[in-house]
């Protein structure tokens, strides 16, 4: 791999093919005891160089399909861990705790010989005051389970919200009677969930039955 980067670095023509050969050496040379830090560093700039205007726009969509450049975000994560690994502890919390990698803070605050503000966060995460960045981005999925698999749940959790998001088509007559938005993501608390359900349930029975007449 290394004779191809060196290839492509040696004459730049594209601002996302520069850019993805300098990002591939810099994971190669992360693996090395002598160039880890350079590859570190040479990752920094890759971050810091994504928002300027050093490009066209035309220019870094032109081979937007062809190379999977990953975004800011994922090179910030991949920035933190290799700050971790190296022990450069404080600068890779910094990152964590802007991204929302909650374990990761965590693990840095113990790294870092402070086990009661990883405990402080544990603790916000288990009363909802926190949440993971990954289960931030899963809320707005819709429920697709059956009503026996709702119901096993709600016998299972007596309080507590589920968050769903309502398809235009789905659902719509059920909750036309609360008043509520259909476009919107719905917080509904779980005692009225089984009541939901088997309205549901009945009414889509109903509508069959009159379809066969």
């Not at 990883?118 to 009363?127: F, H, K, P, T, V």
């Amino acid at each position: 791999m290394a004779p191809y980067i060196a290839r492509v670095l040696s004459h730049p023509r594209n601002w996302s093919i520069h850019t993805a050969a300098l990002l591939f050496r810099s994971r190669l040379e992360s693996s090395r005891t002598r160039t880890v830090e350079r590859s570190t560093l040479q990752l920094q700039a890759l971050i810091d160089q994504m928002p300027t205007s050093d490009s066209t726009l035309s220019e870094r969509l032109q081979y937007f399909h062809s190379i999977l450049l990953p975004n800011r975000w994922k090179l910030e994560k991949e920035l933190a861990l290799r700050f971790a690994s190296l022990g450069v502890v404080k600068s890779a919390l910094e990152i964590f705790q802007r991204l929302e990698m909650w374990e990761e803070v965590v693990n840095c605050w113990r790294s870092m010989g402070r086990p009661d503000q990883g405990i402080a966060i544990i603790r916000d995460l288990l009363e909802g005051r926190k949440a993971e960045a990954d289960e931030v981005l899963s809320r707005g999925k819709t429920f697709q389970n059956s009503g026996d698999t709702f119901r096993t749940r709600l016998e299972k959790q007596s309080y507590g919200v589920f968050s769903v998001t309502l398809n235009q088509n789905k659902l719509n007559s059920i909750m036309s009677g609360r008043g509520r938005s259909q476009t919107s993501p719905l917080v509904v608390p779980c005692a009225h969930w089984a009541d939901i359900i088997l309205r549901g349930a009945t009414m889509s029975k109903r509508s069959h039955a009159r379809n066969k007449l």
